[in-house]
């Protein structure tokens, strides 16, 4: 392991950065539009599906990027559809309503290999069942509210689809209010020249 591998393995993993995958911006409004009104987290962080989490500190972004480049571009660009809907129980606390992205295992492999490049970052994977690529949309206090609420979005829902043509490193500083902000952005299938 190389001493900018062994620096950031040492660091301390904070909820004030991230790896996601972010739609492009004219793919937001209708999942905006639900986020708007079912989840409390809608102004701190943008529509994403979380990739590395929590991760490096703000300070050793840069050097993190560099460390995940040949991983992104180990995968190539493609295609997300949101069209369906799924969601997380939190211990009888609250339930996540979530947009799933499809291929699901496009992205359960780009999320691999980023783990793998950064193998202490591997929160996300940790849980029963591993990774869930999941975009989350809404925050409710029991299935059958976010159950209902996602029948009734369907009801009407156009699946969003874009292209995956990048991963980004985002940070915010803490203070209350302050919403994360893209740092990088690491190209999919991009030549390492």
């Known amino acids: 392991m190389d001493d900018v591998a062994v620096a950031l393995e ?3 993993r904070i909820p004030l950065t991230a790896v996601v995958l972010v739609p492009p911006e004219a793919a937001w409004a209708p999942i905006q539009a639900i986020r708007r009104a079912h989840d409390p987290q809608y ?10 989490y929590p ?9 993190a990027a ?9 995968v190539e660009p493609f295609d997300v559809s949101f069209a369906a809907f799924g969601h997380f129980e939190h211990g009888g606390r609250s339930v ?33 069942g591993g990774f869930t690529p999941h975009l989350s949309v809404g925050r409710f206090p029991t299935v059958a509210e976010a159950e209902r609420v996602a029948a009734s979005l369907l009801a009407s829902w ?10 980004a490193l ?20 991009a030549s390492m020249g």
């Not at 102004?43 to 590395?52: F, I, K, S, Y």
């Not at 991760?55 to 050097?63: E, G, N, Y």
């Not at 560099?66 to 180990?74: D, F, M, V, W």
């Open 10 to 12: 040492q660091e301390q």
């Open 170 to 189: 985002i940070a915010r500083s803490g203070a209350p209010g302050d919403p994360f902000r893209v740092a990088f952005t690491l190209p999919l299938g």
């Open 96 to 128: 996540t309503l979530w947009l799933r992205p499809e291929p699901a295992e496009a992205v359960r492999q780009l999320q691999a290999g980023l783990e793998a490049a950064m193998p202490w970052c591997d929160d996300v994977s940790g849980f029963p």
């Open 66 to 74: 560099e460390r995940l480049r040949p991983a992104a571009a180990s």
């Open 158 to 167: 156009r699946p969003v689809e874009f292209r995956a043509a990048e991963v």
């Open 43 to 52: 102004v701190r962080w943008m529509p994403h599906v979380t990739l590395l």
């Open 55 to 63: 991760f490096v500190p703000a300070a050793r972004l840069a050097d």
